[in-house]
């Protein structure tokens, strides 16, 4: 296969991979080698995988040729036949290791599958292997990870964003079709951004969280990264749904989320968010965004500049609530049960202490040490419920907003992807870097980022498009329509040079 048709392959989105699959243009088992043939290229460089299933998914590839789905009906495939999909390593995987990217997990393998995992398995996916991610998902960078780094691929000096860094970078490169992520505060559409790519945060509770390793749980989702729009729809129409494993779980008949992407804004209300149009929004970014609000303009939306005050608290607001849920979910890993252990301490209480400050990295200690003062006794008033109270003044702000607009843009981050190692040393810049994102997970509400241009020096810049509860319809049609009108079409192929 010559090097450009091996191209070709692995930057189709999966909807077309899926017609090359019903007209037997091509065999499962020639995409699954193309997408591993990439994994092979692209992995030394970008470290974008914890663990690569590539026994597993030629295996696979090849039954699928067999299958009597695709040797006799194709007409009844389903969307996501045959297509490769990386999975954020901490989605749980039955049988392959689900390290959350830290080295107190590094040899945990679960017994069970997430429900995502399940949902894609009933559609006869190719599992690639688990992306890199920051450590248990704290991270704007994916420099948090035990298992080093995740690079760019746009630029290998750069960052990728975090923490879904892994899973962003590997649609980026082609080394995945699609793939899924967590996004608690950004992890999602902020690395999508960095990378050029589409990512989607759903309403809270639309995508089950069962078998998603806890960070933060009043803040977590699971939600796609693709090359597409329609391919985060097609995908959270298998994801999505009631799950009696999850209590917050949301149920409700879903729509073919399909069915909204309509290339169609006019009349639309479209309100830019002036907290996050912040003086930390780079020159470019900021003119890129305008662009984009121009070309609204012109397919017939109605936009203009509201304010939603309550949003110049929400990061503070953030790091407060989200360390001390993560303070709690985190404090089950102590060397008794499962996961790494100090085998060197001579009492519990140091078995303790030396684990838990051996197993885990810098971040995800300094997140644990934050929580745990804002929980404790003589602080949970000043902190941890007063910034509850901000939380439902951000709701309240977003819920009157909605009443007007049908959807509200700001930029997914505030500047494209930055130098490895130039925020390790200053978490509260690192923090800033998801100021635009954040909102929208304390409110619950969907969210999406879009590629909306390049930069000077030829690096992603991302708008972020937000909906109120469950109107993902809004999402989508927006997303849809921009993305036709912003024709974004590069990809990052000097990897493969």
Not at 249 to 262: A, C, H, Q, T, V
Not at 281 to 286: I, K
Not at 294 to 319: D, F, K, N, T
Not at 397 to 415: E, N, V
Request: hydrophobic share 40%.
């Amino acid at each position: 296969m010559g090097n450009n048709n091996f191209l070709e392959i692995i930057f189709l989105p999966a909807h077309k991979l899926n017609n090359l699959i019903q007209e037997k243009k091509l065999k499962v088992s020639e995409i699954a080698k193309c997408y591993f043939d990439a994994i092979e290229k692209s992995q030394q460089k970008l470290n974008l995988y914890i663990t690569i299933c590539k026994e597993q998914g030629l295996n696979f590839a090849k039954i699928l040729d067999e299958s009597p789905d695709y040797l006799d009906d194709l007409s009844n495939i389903k969307p996501f036949f045959g297509i490769p999909i990386a999975i954020k390593d901490n989605i749980c995987t039955k049988g392959i290791t689900t390290t959350c990217a830290s080295k107190i997990l590094q040899n945990y393998i679960p017994i069970y599958n997430a429900t995502v995992i399940e949902r894609l398995n009933a559609q006869s996916y190719i599992l690639t292997g688990k992306a890199n991610m920051d450590e248990f998902a704290m991270g704007s960078s994916n420099e948090n990870s035990f298992f080093g780094p995740v690079k760019n691929p746009w630029d290998i000096n750069c960052v990728p964003g975090g923490s879904s860094g892994g899973p962003a970078a590997i649609i980026a490169s082609g080394a995945a079709a699609c793939a899924l992520g967590s996004d608690t505060g950004g992890s999602i559409r902020q690395p999508a951004s960095l990378c050029g790519v589409v990512g989607l945060k759903p309403t809270y509770g639309l995508v089950s969280r069962y078998g998603l390793v806890a960070f933060a749980s009043s803040l977590d989702q699971i939600g796609p990264i693709t090359r597409d729009v329609k391919d985060a729809a097609r995908l959270l129409n298998v994801i999505a749904g009631w799950d009696e494993n999850d209590s917050t779980s949301i149920n409700l008949k879903m729509p073919d989320y399909e069915e909204f992407l309509k290339d169609d804004i006019k009349n639309f209300k479209i309100g830019i968010v002036k907290e996050l149009m912040v003086k930390e929004v780079a020159p470019e970014v900021r003119e890129s965004i305008n662009k984009v609000v121009s070309l609204a303009e012109q397919m017939g939306a109605y936009v203009e500049e509201i304010s939603l005050p309550s949003l110049e608290y929400a990061l503070s607001v953030y790091y407060i609530i989200a360390p001390s849920e993560a303070s709690s979910n985190l404090s089950r890993y102590d060397g008794v049960r499962y996961g790494f252990r100090n085998t060197s301490a001579k009492t519990l209480r140091e078995m303790y202490k030396k684990t838990r400050a051996g197993g885990f990295g810098d971040e995800v200690k300094r997140r644990i040490m934050i929580g745990t003062y804002c929980l404790s006794s003589g602080y949970y008033d000043a902190y941890y419920e007063k910034a509850q109270r901000v939380r439902t003044k951000i709701i309240n702000d977003f819920k009157s907003a909605f009443k007007k607009y049908d959807i509200l843009i700001s930029p997914t981050s505030p500047t494209t992807a930055f130098k490895m190692g130039e925020k390790l040393d200053n978490p509260l810049m690192m923090y800033l870097s998801d100021i635009c994102t954040i909102p929208a997970n304390l409110a619950g509400i969907p969210a999406i980022s879009i590629p909306a241009g390049l930069s000077k020096s030829g690096l992603p810049i991302g708008l972020q498009i937000i909906a109120d509860s469950l109107r993902e319809d809004n999402v989508f049609r927006a997303a849809y329509s921009l993305e036709k009108a912003i024709g974004f079409s590069k990809n990052p192929i000097g990897l493969y040079e």
